[in-house]
């Protein structure tokens, strides 16, 4: 281990922070993820639940409820909402590790 006093000592705890710094960042950010995807899941279950109600109610099958949700629209709608809440909660969770 070179001399705590000269300039390659320092060089090297520098390195070693910013590398640690880096696996912590990668740990949180695939917990980030995780996440994410966890809740993903969880918006698509209650859009095909919304669907199969929609399909009972009408008294469609599913296929023919999620052919005629396409035709409105409404799919691409709750595609559009889920990945602007992802990306609202990916804001949040960053501003709060900061």
Known sequence: MPNKNTQEYWEERGRK???NELKRDKSKAEEIERILNMMI???????????VKYGDFA???????KKIIDEFGC???FKKKQKDWSKT??????????
Do not use: D, S, Y
């Open 75 to 77: 799919k691409k709608h």
């Open 41 to 51: 899941k969880r918006i698509e279950k209650e859009i095909n639940a919304f669907i």
């Open 17 to 19: 922070a910013i590398e």
């Open 59 to 65: 008294g469609v099958t599913l296929q023919e409820a």
């Open 89 to 98: 909660r990916t804001l949040a969770i960053e501003q709060m590790k900061n």
